[in-house]
């Protein structure tokens, strides 16, 4: 079954860092751009980053450059979501999301509206 697992959320105080874990059940994700976004309460659900599964090309929201760091792991079949100096404004539900591959593709785009496949989420409190 087609299917993508979050993991790693956690309370953390300001300036803390945490990773997060996407993995992939039933399809490889080097055949895929995967993206992780994130949605706060009563906020729409925003793109942070992604990956591209054939290159290894990455994106980033003006609003994490500097602080996230994407990442992905073949042989775990993970994509992975380093997060550093975290803010309180970072408190959300993450989720990771994936897109199949067009022919000779070799870029994302972290706010891509086509990503799909999402996993269950994973949430992040930002708070001292």
């Known amino acids: 079954q087609f299917k993508l697992v979050e993991s790693g959320g956690d309370l953390v105080q300001p300036g803390g860092s945490l990773r997060l874990s996407c993995a992939a059940s039933?399809?490889?994700?080097?055949?895929?751009?995967v993206g992780w976004f994130h949605q706060a309460p009563g906020k729409e659900r925003e793109g942070l980053s992604c990956?591209?599964?054939?290159?290894?090309?990455?994106d980033y929201s003006e609003s994490v450059k500097g602080r996230f760091t994407i990442s992905r792991d073949d042989a775990e079949n993970t994509v992975y979501l380093q997060m550093n100096g975290l803010k309180p404004e970072d408190t959300a539900v993450y989720y990771c999301?994936?897109?199949?591959?067009?022919?000779?593709?070799?870029?994302?785009?972290?706010?891509?509206?086509?990503?799909?496949?999402w996993g269950q989420g994973t949430r992040v409190t930002v708070s001292s």
């Open positions: 999301a994936a897109l199949p591959l067009m022919a000779g593709q070799s870029t994302c785009h972290a706010g891509d509206p086509d990503f799909r496949s």
């Open positions: 039933a399809f490889t994700l080097n055949n895929y751009n």
């Open positions: 990956i591209n599964g054939y290159s290894g090309n990455t």
